[in-house]
């Protein structure tokens, strides 16, 4: 248990929709990372939170959107949703964000884009 | 590209068989984790190793950061059937963000 959970586990929607994720960190953590991790693939880096503010982007469009509550627990928003965005999502807290940190992750949201 | 390159991608063993992941790059990290992930469930570090030619034993498990800083392996003893799941390093250049490698899928049979 890391204390870091998701929201929803499964999740099936249709191309061209538009889909929310949710997290909740870990007690004491204010960061909070977003990976895409394609079947049998190492995660890819979305974005990062810290204190309510993007911290760092990886190569994803503008479709995926994010955002940081007051209290830690984050959001990820997909728009027009395509075939290829089919994956398990995941979520990870930690303290500061930096990259040397231990990242705890949660178990992931499973999208299916039919 | 990928920065971080994993060999071999799938690895079928029996049990009690010793095996080895690497973890390639040709980019320098300030430091390197290894993370653990089985189906369903997000990853789960392992270990941290931070300095050139660094050793670390987890019981069965030993972990080597490359002289260079740039490669990493994962050599395991006897391996066990629990052993079986996604094996990811990942890297991290100074303040920037964790990059995972590609990924060795193991599968350890009784």
């Known amino acids: 248990e890391t204390g870091v959970t998701q929201s929803p586990t499964h999740l099936i929607k249709t191309r061209g929709q538009q889909v929310t994720l949710r997290c909740s960190s870990q007690?004491?953590?204010?960061?909070v990372s977003w990976y895409q991790q394609a079947l049998g693939q190492g995660p890819q880096f979305i974005f990062q939170?810290?204190?309510?503010?993007?911290?760092g982007r990886g190569n994803f469009p503008p479709r995926f959107s994010g955002l940081q509550f007051p209290n830690y627990s984050s959001e990820l928003n997909v728009n027009a949703l395509e075939l290829d965005d089919s994956a398990l999502y995941l979520c990870?807290?930690?303290?500061?964000?930096?990259?040397?940190?231990?990242?705890?992750f949660g178990s992931g949201t499973q999208l299916s884009v039919l | 590209t990928q920065l971080l390159e994993q060999s071999p991608q799938f690895l079928s063993i029996q049990e009690g068989e010793n095996l080895t992941v690497y973890c390639n790059s040709s980019?320098?990290?300030?430091?390197l984790q290894w993370y653990r992930q089985e189906p369903g469930e997000g990853p789960v570090l392992l270990v941290t190793?931070?300095?050139?030619?660094e050793v670390k034993k987890l019981k069965r498990l030993t972990f080597q950061f490359g002289d260079a800083r740039k490669d990493s392996s994962l050599h395991i003893t006897a391996a066990q059937p629990g052993d079986t799941g996604l094996y990811l390093c990942?890297?991290?250049?100074?303040?920037?963000?964790?990059?995972f490698g590609t990924g060795t899928r193991l599968q350890v049979f009784p």
């Open positions: 990870a807290s930690s303290l500061t964000g930096r990259g040397n940190e231990k990242l705890f």
């Open positions: 007690s004491g953590h204010n960061t």
């Open positions: 939170y810290y204190r309510e503010e993007e911290n």
């Open positions: 980019s320098v990290f300030s430091s």
């Open positions: 190793v931070v300095t050139g030619g």
């Open positions: 990942a890297g991290a250049r100074n303040t920037d963000k964790l990059i």
